[in-house]
């Protein structure tokens, strides 16, 4: 039996070295570690090689179910796979052990409030969004074209593919400045 870690953070500024030090330290052989959002399971290659690496009798051990997975169908996805391949699924930092009825109940629970923050972080992130854009403030990313130069270049006789070329720009570019 091998007792693998997980860590993972969501952005490349913050710091995996707190979790790798609570794997080590709970018998964790190997710690595989990545910095990507836990939204959703793709692009989170260390977390598909261990899945795809563990065999039956090993361990797989996380920090914190969140680490795991922000959704409750992906930490479902990832339970009923370890389950499959017969690998047991522990936290360091909450009641989770998936040997055991009460460790398995728990995981569920928590898988529920983890999607729930997330959601609700979205909500918080949207509601920022259209009070901002009330405010004037937030108005999206600048335009990288100037419509005016679009038009100039079209009012000296210009074909729209002259002024892509001229301009490095798709002709979606030019017909949304026609428009506008």
Excluded at 79 to 86: F, H, N, P, T, W
């Amino acid at each position: 039996m091998t007792t693998y870690g997980y860590a993972r953070v969501s952005t490349s500024d913050q710091d995996l070295t707190i979790q790798q030090e609570a794997l080590t330290a709970a018998g964790c052989e190997i710690v595989r570690s990545e910095k990507v959002s836990g939204t959703s399971v793709q692009g989170r290659d260390e977390l598909q090689t261990l899945l795809e690496f563990v065999r039956e009798g090993d361990e797989l051990v996380v920090t914190r179910v969140d680490r795991l997975a922000r959704s409750v169908l992906d930490l479902q996805t990832i339970v009923q796979d370890l389950k499959i391949k017969k690998v047991n699924l522990r936290a360091t930092e909450q009641p989770i052990d998936t040997s055991t009825p009460a460790g398995k109940c728990f995981l569920d629970m928590l898988g529920v409030f983890a999607e729930f923050e997330t959601n609700l972080r979205r909500e918080r992130q949207l509601e920022g969004i259209a009070k901002a854009k009330e405010k004037g403030v937030y108005k999206g990313r600048p335009k990288k074209i100037d419509d005016t130069k679009i038009k100039a270049l079209k009012s000296e006789g210009k074909s729209v593919a002259e002024i892509c070329r001229e301009l490095d720009i798709s002709r979606v570019s030019v017909y949304r400045a026609f428009k506008n």
